[in-house]
């Protein structure tokens, strides 16, 4: 199904999305087409797979990006704190800007300043984007993100765009009570998804989702 939703607009690609069953609630829907993901893919950005965006960096499939929205979509409110680390495009962490209008603040974290710069230029594509910049509900910072980003947080939803060694320790610290990290992690070469909740009494559950293929988290490229 994931690789059938390509279209030729934003609004088809998005549409064809929820009816092959990858999007099921209608904030995300709204979310996701109100960002024109040409903005953030130079090639085919209506096809549903990931895109070559530089610095060996890929914008993620459309598909992933929805069912990262879905899943954190409970903790997404309008003035919740969220983290987007490998914000590579900074196409997510717009949609996680929308979803979390009109109070929210989305942090994008990456190692490679040359993507800090081109999320930052890609969502001054848009007047929305360019707002969001302005108002500081979303931010571009430089740094690790497998220490996640403390001075932000603590935060509602941590999203992390590359598969992790583990779960980090640091990531769970900076969640709320109650809050979501939603997270690709590699095991014996196998990639999948865990949804790791910190629950209203602080104790922590982990669910090990599907399996999935992402660039890695890693050290910095030496400059
Ligand atoms: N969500 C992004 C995914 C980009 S690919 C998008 O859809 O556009 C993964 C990103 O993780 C890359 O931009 C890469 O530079 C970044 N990355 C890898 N290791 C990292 C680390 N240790 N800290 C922060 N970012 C990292």
Not at 97 to 101: G, I, P, Q, R, Y
Not at 129 to 135: C, I, T
Not at 178 to 182: E, H, N, Q, S, V
């Given at each position: 199904m994931a690789w059938m939703s390509g279209s030729t607009s934003n609004a088809g690609?998005?549409?064809?999305?929820?009816?092959?069953?990858?999007?099921?609630?209608?904030?995300?829907?709204?979310?996701?087409?109100?960002?024109?993901?040409?903005?953030?893919?130079?090639?085919?950005?209506y096809?549903?797979?990931?895109?070559?965006?530089?610095?060996?960096?890929?914008?993620?499939?459309?598909?992933?990006?929805?069912?990262?929205?879905?899943?954190?979509?409970?903790?997404l409110n309008s003035e919740a704190r969220v983290l987007d680390i490998g914000s590579g495009s900074g196409y997510l962490t717009h949609v996680l800007?929308?979803?979390?209008?009109p109070d929210g603040v989305v942090i994008g974290v990456d190692h490679i300043q040359g993507l800090v710069d081109l999320a930052n230029k890609n969502m001054g594509k848009s007047p929305e984007?360019?707002?969001?910049?302005?108002?500081k509900r979303v931010q571009f910072i430089k740094a690790d993100g497998r220490l996640g980003y403390p001075?932000?947080?603590?935060?509602?939803?941590?999203?992390?765009?590359?598969a992790a060694a583990s779960k980090h320790q640091a990531l769970i610290d900076q969640l709320k009570s109650?809050?979501?990290?939603?997270v690709p992690v590699e095991e014996n070469y196998l990639q999948?998804?865990?949804?790791?909740?910190?629950?209203?009494?602080?104790?922590?559950e982990s669910k090990k989702m599907y399996g999935v293929q992402y660039v890695p988290l890693t050290d910095a490229p030496s400059e």
């Open positions: 690609l998005v549409k064809k999305l929820a009816s092959n069953g990858l999007i099921s609630s209608d904030r995300v829907l709204q979310a996701m087409t109100s960002v024109d993901r040409a903005h953030y893919a130079p090639s085919s950005p096809q549903d797979s990931p895109q070559p965006i530089g610095f060996k960096a890929t914008i993620s499939a459309p598909h992933m990006h929805a069912s990262a929205c879905e899943s954190l979509l409970p903790f800007a929308n979803l979390t209008a984007g360019k707002k969001l910049l302005e108002s001075e932000g947080g603590p935060y509602d939803a941590i999203h992390v765009g590359a109650p809050g979501r990290l939603f999948h998804i865990w949804v790791i909740d910190k629950k209203e009494d602080g104790s922590v």
